[in-house]
């Protein structure tokens, strides 16, 4: 069973990083690719960052175009964490950031796992607030 904890939100003045952290703490993630969601005030929710799964030896990245280049997505197969790095935060960057998982052992196009398939599981999220 995936039960999977984000960590790490608060508020951060512009310009600033913050590195959010999803943690499973049910099992391994090794089978799951993960992606980064998160949703603005009065927004859809939309994929950032997504990362293949280690069971399919990919390891290829997928960022947005709003975070591209200001954010990176990497895992701690130890701690079994998939972490958000986000630097040169904006207001626009504020919201609810969630993690979640798609079952994907085999190669799989991160860019459907951030835009097109609906994970199986979900984190609870934690809030980013970029504001002066």
């Known amino acids: 069973q995936v039960h999977l904890v984000e960590s790490g939100g608060g508020l951060v003045q512009p310009g600033g990083s913050l590195r959010l952290s999803c943690k499973d703490s049910g099992s391994t993630l090794e089978n799951y690719a993960i992606g980064w969601f998160r949703q603005a005030p009065g927004k859809e929710r939309e994929g950032i960052s997504c990362?293949?799964?280690?069971?399919?030896?990919?390891?290829?990245?997928y960022y947005g175009d709003p975070v591209k280049g200001r954010f990176t997505i990497s895992r701690d197969t130890a701690k079994n964490t998939v972490n958000l790095q986000m630097t040169s935060l904006t207001p626009d960057d504020t919201g609810v950031y969630y993690c979640?998982?798609?079952?994907?052992?085999?190669?799989?196009?991160?860019?459907?796992?951030?835009?097109?398939?609906?994970?199986?599981?979900w984190g609870q999220g934690t809030q980013v607030t970029v504001s002066s």
């Open positions: 979640a998982a798609v079952w994907s052992p085999n190669r799989v196009s991160v860019w459907r796992v951030c835009q097109q398939y609906e994970p199986d599981y």
């Open positions: 990362i293949s799964s280690i069971a399919s030896r990919d390891n290829v990245t």
